[in-house]
């Protein structure tokens, strides 16, 4: 089955912080996700990437970067965290380019920002 | 724009009833659907996926869904809730390769023992 690792469950930072959120998947896929999920608003893209070192930005990467270094590990990077920032953080990975081919996902990180 | 609704917000069910949730989709050709299921504290779980062909889809879990391309629908059914089938579903679509995964916003499903 595929593995997708996220390093921590649960996250207390402070206003101002940067914060590493990582993720590392063991499947050996191309594409890697990040997601923050919030009540009523379901998933929201952050940004996605389909190759090393390739990033590209989701749906509101605005606060938010991301560094991709080696196939298996995707990094989400708050770079001042702030309390907006409070949230449900899921990544995922998925093979190749083909349309069908689902997106596998993490536990998610619970990040709160003080 | 691509969007997805899931009108029920929260749905709940007595144990052993069967169970059906709505999904619907704003895109003029057929995508790629998906329906999601999260256990609280876990990550998203693939139900079931469709893309063509028979339009009644088999998933884990005993579950099913049907697409309705006259409705822009495709609706998660299972025929007898467990109390394990407590959960939060997703639906998601996606038009092509190029395209990104939109996901609806979800339905809380509670199951009474």
């Known amino acids: 089955d595929v593995k997708v690792t996220q390093s921590s469950r649960y996250l207390v930072k402070r206003t101002g912080e940067k914060v590493f959120l990582e993720c590392v998947q063991d499947?050996?896929?191309?594409?890697m996700f990040w997601y923050r999920q919030d009540p009523g608003l379901g998933l929201r893209l952050i940004y996605f990437?389909?190759?090393?070192?390739?990033?590209e930005k989701g749906d509101i990467p605005e606060g938010y970067s991301v560094s991709r270094e080696k196939k298996e590990r995707f990094s989400l990077i708050l770079e001042s965290a702030s309390t907006n920032q409070t949230s449900m953080y899921l990544c995922?990975?998925?093979?190749?380019?083909?349309?069908?081919?689902?997106?596998?996902f993490g536990d998610g990180t619970r990040l709160s920002i003080l | 724009a691509q969007s997805v609704t899931q009108p029920d917000i929260h749905i709940t069910v007595s144990e052993g009833a069967s169970l059906e949730l709505r999904c619907n989709y704003s895109y003029g050709a057929t995508p790629y659907l998906f329906w999601y299921v999260q256990s609280p504290g876990q990550g998203l779980q693939l139900l079931l996926k469709y893309f063509s062909g028979d339009t009644l889809v088999q998933g884990i879990k005993g579950f099913e869904a049907e697409f309705k391309r006259s409705q822009s629908s495709f609706n998660l059914r299972k025929p007898s809730v467990h109390w394990s089938d407590a959960a939060e579903y997703f639906c998601?679509?996606?038009?092509?390769?190029?395209?990104?995964?939109?996901f609806g916003p979800g339905t809380s499903l509670s199951v009474i023992p």
């Open positions: 990437s389909y190759d090393v070192k390739m990033k």
């Open positions: 995922a990975s998925s093979p190749g380019q083909g349309a069908g081919q689902p997106q596998h």
């Open positions: 499947m050996d896929h191309e594409n």
């Open positions: 998601a679509v996606r038009k092509t390769s190029y395209d990104k995964v939109i």
